[in-house]
């Protein structure tokens, strides 16, 4: 065995020498030729025999470090888009047929800015409707104020007309529609626009030193409930007294006790039963 393994070791030694390129003796002729100097590369100075033993190594570190890179660049990416989308959307022009099926779809209509003489604001009525704006359903009445994703086409102190109303409710009568009552309108005002509270996106990927935080503001619409159509208002009776509750004397009240209970303290009906 000992003679094999110098066998073998001898046989590598010799095959490295003889792969070495030996550069041939120099002439006269070509020593005496200029020739240009060849450009100097880590090619070039490692020998023959230690290319196929090349290898590139990999650290967990640099693993790591590449996963992060690739989740910042997921998220940067994402970030992008929404932006993108963001922008081409406030960017792109719409006309006003398309601004109308838009709004139409989402459940209002623009009608047009608050003039100075328009009294659109009236007394409280005993009314209630169910709105749906967007995907968000709504309970209001007259006077009501309600807060929504920021709505699209219009500004402050404009007219709105809610048309997907789905209830419609009194002291007298209920309304409910399939799913939408046709006839049926709640009339609002565009009061401000606004931003919500704001709100902390935190993501975290343990044993990864991956933290990323974030904030965000919703935007929101402020309307404001001026008129509910579509149901009958019943009218209101006021005498103008006040309304005062029924006093009972406190010696009705003991004898009224007296005549239900007995020393016992089981309850005695009208009929004189226990139960």
């Known amino acids: 065995m000992a003679h094999r393994r110098c066998l073998h070791s001898a ?26 100097n060849p450009v100097i ?45 963001m922008a081409s959307d406030m960017v792109r022009d719409y006309s006003p047929g398309e601004k109308e099926a838009e709004a139409a779809a989402i459940g209002y ?10 009294r659109v604001f009236k007394d409280y009525e005993p009314v209630f409707a169910v709105v749906q704006i967007g995907s968000h359903q ?17 500004e402050v102190n404009d007219k709105l007309i809610l048309n997907k109303v789905l209830l419609l409710g009194s002291p007298t009568q209920t309304i409910i529609g399939r799913p939408i009552l046709p006839d049926a309108a709640v009339h609002a005002v565009v009061e401000e626009h ?17 933290r990323r935080t974030k904030g965000h503001r919703q935007e929101l619409t402020k309307l404001r409930i001026t008129y509910i159509q579509g149901i ?20 009705k009240i003991a004898a009224i006790a007296q ?5 016992h303290g089981f309850v005695l009906q009208n009929n004189g039963c226990l139960c």
């Open 109 to 118: 209509k623009v009608v047009g800015p608050l003039q100075r003489s328009d």
């Open 194 to 210: 606004a931003l919500d509270a704001k709100v902390i996106i935190f993501k975290k990927k343990r044993r990864k030193n991956y």
């Open 41 to 85: 590369t880590t090619s070039n100075l490692e020998p023959s025999w230690f290319t196929p033993w090349s290898y590139v190594r990999h650290f967990s570190s640099r693993k790591s470090d590449d996963s992060e890179n690739e989740a910042e660049m997921e998220d940067s990416s994402d970030v992008e888009e929404e932006s993108d989308e």
């Open 259 to 263: 005549e239900r209970f007995s020393p």
């Open 11 to 36: 046989l590598l030694h010799g095959t490295a020498l003889i792969s070495l390129k030996k550069s041939p003796p120099l002439s006269i002729v070509n020593a005496l030729t200029p020739k240009p």
């Open 138 to 154: 709504f309970k209001v009445s007259n006077g009501d104020s309600i807060f929504m994703e920021r709505l699209k086409f219009c």
């Open 232 to 251: 009958e208002k019943p009218e209101i009776k006021t005498d103008g007294k006040p309304l005062k509750a029924a006093d009972k004397k406190p010696e």
